[in-house]
């Protein structure tokens, strides 16, 4: 069973920044989609960033241009830099892995992800 734990979430102004990272220990090949989501009570969880093993990334419109998401230099980790955060950005941030492309190509579907992380709380004040 594979585990993916987040961490790097808290509470930041609107206008600065966070970092949020994500690993998988013990887990030593290389995943071959990685990715961020988030979700408020009450509404379904969205894509934030995903990247697959070439470096491709995609981002949800609303965060474009002010998130950035990356692999690590440790195998299996994965980062997202939020610049110029908006108290829309409150929300638990999910980590999520399609190990083996079983999902299908890396795109920004909840359900292309078969593992998940228990979430991190971020949380933008104005």
């Known amino acids: 069973q594979v585990q993916l734990v987040e961490s790097g979430g808290g509470s930041v102004q609107a206008g600065g920044s966070l970092r949020l990272s994500c690993a998988a220990p013990?887990?030593?090949?290389?995943?071959?989609?990685m990715g961020w989501f988030r979700q408020v009570p009450g509404k379904e969880r969205e894509g934030v960033a995903v990247?697959?093993?070439?470096?491709?990334?995609y981002y949800d419109d609303s965060v474009q241009g002010r998130f950035t998401v990356s692999r690590g230099n440790a195998k299996n980790t994965l980062l997202l830099q939020m610049n110029s955060v908006k108290p829309e950005d409150t929300a638990m941030y999910y980590c999520?892995?399609?190990?083996w492309g079983t999902g299908g190509y890396c795109n920004l579907r909840v359900r292309t992800f078969a593992y998940w992380g228990q979430g991190t709380q971020v949380t933008v004040s104005s």
């Open positions: 999520a892995a399609d190990l």
């Open positions: 013990g887990y030593t090949h290389s995943a071959y989609c």
């Open positions: 990247i697959d093993s070439a470096g491709s990334t």
